[in-house]
């Protein structure tokens, strides 16, 4: 279960009429035109039902073509009856801007982590001191000191063997690079020789 419940938005959506009567339970009506509203049934939003009256009300909707899923007695409105052809269009509520609030209040300082919490309900990792880690215990997440124990010193390599001399890939000496080839070297020039010698 999400603290927050993803919903849909459209900017540009157009004020219609419900095609059917409302009583305080009904959770379904039809609505005459959804021209730019919200279209993906999974999603909810949020509508407005004869607003500025006394009866206003606010739903959560989910769509399937013109007929609306409701439900009822949202963001501080209770349910009411509704006549035919009573004014709908979505909005954006209080209760969705509350929670934009939550999520940006709840951090308060540089360095803080959102995090999902009992209920769920969001929360704040304050940032960790220096040198530590942020770990999980399998279901939260909090900063603790890195731990050494059973991690072995990386021993130094061993070389054994005597390496053969080296030579150019015409048969030169490794004397006649040094001597010849890179009388004056240019900066090239070490770096292959770093390279060909070790």
Request: hydrophobic share 35%; charged share 10%.
């Amino acid at each position: 279960m999400a603290a927050v419940t993803r919903r849909q938005y459209k900017g540009a959506a157009v004020q219609t009429t419900t095609t059917n009567a409302l009583t305080t339970v009904e959770t379904s009506c039809g609505i005459t035109s959804n021209t730019g509203w919200p279209s993906t049934a999974s999603v909810p939003y949020y509508v407005v039902i004869d607003p500025g009256t006394s009866s206003e009300e606010k739903c959560l909707a989910t769509t399937s073509g013109l007929t609306l899923t409701l439900t009822r007695g949202q963001d501080d409105t209770t349910a009411t009856t509704h006549t035919s052809g009573a004014t709908i269009y979505p909005i954006f509520s209080a209760d969705e801007a509350d929670e934009a609030n939550l999520f940006t209040s709840t951090m308060t300082t540089r360095g803080d982590l959102l995090t999902m919490g009992v209920g769920p309900t969001v929360g704040r990792i304050a940032v960790g001191a220096a040198s530590t880690i942020l770990r999980s215990d399998g279901t939260d997440a909090a900063w603790a000191s890195l731990s050494t124990a059973g991690i072995a010193a990386l021993a130094s390599p061993t070389f054994t063997g005597t390496p053969a001399a080296p030579t150019a890939a015409d048969g030169t000496s490794s004397t006649q690079i040094a001597t010849t080839a890179f009388a004056t070297p240019s900066s090239d020039q070490y770096v292959l020789c770093s390279s060909v010698f070790g």
